[in-house]
């Protein structure tokens, strides 16, 4: 934003410049004047083609920025269901081995044995 600011500022002070330049030059005044018309047109010119790059530059910035948070709300959701499953397959593991020892301290108190708790 600073850059296309002191890019502004140098195209209006050479305009001004130009201006002054031929305000002061030693020509008729209706030659003066088209002069005037014409280094005006030109920086309006220049302003337009700055401003538009400076818009163009803005819009490739906010499209790169909407594709990456894009990317990483994938990458995101991609982790979130990693670890998901992750967590469902240690429950799994758990509540298998739960059921193990369930079914081991059943069998020992059937058969009068002591159940170590």
Do not use: C, Q, W
């Amino acid at each position: 934003m600073k850059t296309e600011n002191a890019l502004l500022g140098v195209i209006a002070g050479a305009a001004i410049g130009a201006i002054f330049g031929i305000l002061f030059a030693p020509d008729k005044g209706s030659k003066t004047r088209r002069k005037i018309a014409k280094k005006s047109e030109e920086f309006t010119d220049e302003l337009e083609d700055k401003y538009e790059d400076f818009v163009e530059s803005i819009t490739e910035k906010y499209e790169d920025l909407k594709e990456k948070a894009a990317d990483m709300a994938e990458k995101a959701k991609l982790k979130a269901e990693e670890l998901t499953e992750k967590a469902k397959h240690e429950a799994a593991k758990v509540t298998e081995k739960a059921k193990e020892e369930a079914e081991k301290m059943k069998k020992k108190a059937k058969y009068g044995e002591g159940v170590d708790a």
